[in-house]
């Protein structure tokens, strides 16, 4: 444990598990640098707005990220300075419609798909010519 103490949640029954809410977490536990795909959030302290930015970023995963805030410009400021795939301001990081490009940075995830983005994935472009007439050249 090292330190960080269970606020909420814990052990579940059979296949499910419940909300868990961690806090009192560091950047030298396990929690803060492995990827979770369960309902668990660790709550790590931040010195200012730029030690957030630097501990946000200080990982090898860059899915989706959430900034939570009062103020949407302060809010829009950081979520452009997190090295994510996509960024919620306010907003929780498991979110997807079908016409926005959903993918990550770093080791998270295979490029983007959906929308247009997922066109462009699959998709290569080039460039086919077909002359019925003989060339002109300006020579």
Not at 54 to 66: C, F, P
Not at 114 to 139: S, V
Request: proline share 4%; net charge negative.
């Amino acid at each position: 444990a090292k330190g960080a103490v269970r606020i909420a949640g814990g052990e579940g029954e059979g296949v499910l598990m419940p909300a868990t809410v961690i806090d009192k977490v560091t950047t030298d536990m396990r929690i803060f640098y492995d990827e979770s795909f369960g309902p668990v959030v660790g709550i790590i302290r931040a010195r200012d707005e730029a030690h957030a930015i630097e501990l946000a970023n200080d990982t090898e995963y860059g899915l989706s990220a959430a900034v939570f805030t009062r103020d949407t410009a302060k809010g829009l400021r950081v979520a452009k300075q997190i090295k994510s795939g996509i960024c919620h301001v306010n907003g929780p990081t498991v979110h997807d419609e079908a016409q926005m490009p959903f993918g990550g940075t770093k080791a998270s995830g295979y490029g983007r798909f959906g929308g247009k983005a997922g066109i462009d994935a699959f998709t290569e472009l080039r460039w086919i010519t077909i002359e019925t007439l003989p060339g002109h050249y300006p020579i």
